[in-house]
């Protein structure tokens, strides 16, 4: 690791679970439920709350009483980057994983993932993660077909396409060479692609798996296409203005990341049939 985390011990075995909630009550139980669940039990989960005006904290404090690997942070509300920066700097895990407050580990998600970091021997891997379902509200059935992108990438190609979903991701943090944070600048806007560029930029590279371990909630406008083209003017911003490519390698990485963002989100649906409800 780098001489700027010398001072700092963190667990060898340890996962540090980072969670940003804001007004997360409608599905925060079911997903630290999911965290109780893991067959892999070296973790600690830190849940902060970006300023809620719902119930989270209550469903938090029922949870601490009966595990005291969870630890609750509030702050006034600052946005995802800052809670998950408050999270990462009180941390203890050698293993950083993230973890949204309505998605859903599969039970095996963390023991699978460890498994395939330890037998992993290159040092520049750091950042690694699964593939996951992409769900309706109620994960009762899928919107889209299972998402997964195997494979090694650096940082030019993560420039192209970010298959990197946070909920499925976990960083090894004795194989960077700097710390890295979320940029609390873009206000939630790319951030976390930010991050992980951030991390390849150091000449690291990310892995993904073929195994389908996460479950993400869909919001309708993710289906159709409509958050894409939403995300078009914030992603000119992390190449032209964050990155400071070129107005012409700007566009270029632009037009690459659009079509692979339509390869992925404009897959045929699933036909949702009776069958599903029996």
């Known amino acids: 690791m780098s001489s700027e985390s010398d001072q700092i011990v963190y667990k060898d075995n340890l996962v540090s679970i980072i969670m940003p909630c804001y007004n997360g009550s409608r599905f925060l139980e079911e997903t630290i ?7 892999y039990d070296q973790w600690e989960l830190l849940v902060v709350d970006d ?15 009966k595990d005291d690997r969870i630890t609750y942070i509030t702050q006034e509300n600052s946005g995802c980057a800052s809670s998950r920066n408050m999270a990462i700097k009180v941390s203890s895990g050698r293993y950083i994983a993230f973890l949204d407050s309505d998605d859903v580990w599969h039970k095996d998600y963390l023991s699978i993932m460890l498994n395939k970091i330890q037998q992993d021997k290159c040092l520049s891997h750091v950042v690694f993660y699964s593939g996951y379902r992409r769900m309706n509200a109620d994960l009762t ?21 970010c298959p990197v979903f946070p909920s499925a991701a976990i960083v090894d943090r004795f ?20 991050f992980f560029l951030d991390i ?79």
């Open 33 to 39: 439920n999911s965290v109780l669940s893991q067959s």
């Open 51 to 65: 300023g809620s005006t719902d119930l989270s904290l209550d469903i938090v404090k029922k949870f601490m009483k």
């Open 141 to 161: 059935f899928p919107l889209l077909e299972d998402f997964s992108c195997p494979g090694e990438r650096d940082y030019k190609k993560l420039l192209m396409h």
């Open 175 to 194: 194989r960077l060479k700097n710390n890295v944070f979320f940029r609390e600048s873009l206000m939630n806007l790319r951030d976390d692609y930010v």
């Open 200 to 278: 390849l930029r150091q000449g690291l590279k990310c892995v993904g798996f073929d195994d389908i371990l996460v479950d993400y909630r869909m919001r309708n406008d993710s289906v159709t296409g409509g958050a894409k083209r939403k995300m078009i003017r914030p992603q000119w911003n992390v190449y032209h203005n964050v990155l400071r490519l070129s107005v012409f390698k700007s566009a270029w990485y632009l037009c690459t990341w659009a079509i692979n963002g339509i390869k992925k989100y404009h897959k045929k649906p699933l036909l949702v049939t009776s069958a599903l409800f029996l």
